[in-house]
């Protein structure tokens, strides 16, 4: 069993930056790919990005490529993502999510994949 926490959304202008964290309980954390994905009103949950659980692989939607960086930090069971020059459109709720299939193939941008999901922390970018 894995719980997850978020923290570090708000409300920031258009070109500032957030930073996500994503914190886990449980040991097995470390053999988790990890994921980060995020739903706005009216719409599907969509993949932002995820890390494989020895955090060499990260994947990232092509909308924030570039702007976003998803980290972890095995030792203290926590996930990050640095979002920087925000946009109107990253307005959403973030959800951090794992996947504790620990597949030979990861890490996934499916969110079928990940099996564990914390609550979700709004962003909101005013233009």
């Known amino acids: 069993q894995v719980q997850l926490v978020e923290s570090g959304g708000g409300l920031v202008q258009a070109g500032d930056s957030l930073r996500l964290s994503c914190a886990a309980s449980g040991d097995t954390f470390t053999y988790y790919d990890m994921g980060w994905f995020r739903q706005a009103p009216g719409k599907e949950r969509e993949f932002v990005a995820a890390?494989?659980?020895?955090?060499?692989?990260?994947y990232y939607a092509e909308s924030v490529k570039g702007r976003f960086t998803i980290s972890r930090d095995n030792a203290k069971t926590a996930m990050y993502l640095q979002m920087n020059s925000l946009k109107p459109e990253d307005t959403a709720v973030y959800y951090c999510?794992?996947?504790?299939?620990?597949?030979?193939?990861?890490?996934?941008?499916?969110?079928?994949?990940?099996?564990?999901w914390g609550q979700g922390t709004q962003v909101t970018v005013s233009s």
């Open positions: 999510a794992a996947d504790s299939s620990r597949g030979r193939f990861g890490p996934s941008s499916s969110r079928y994949a990940y099996n564990y």
């Open positions: 890390i494989r659980w020895t955090g060499g692989i990260t």
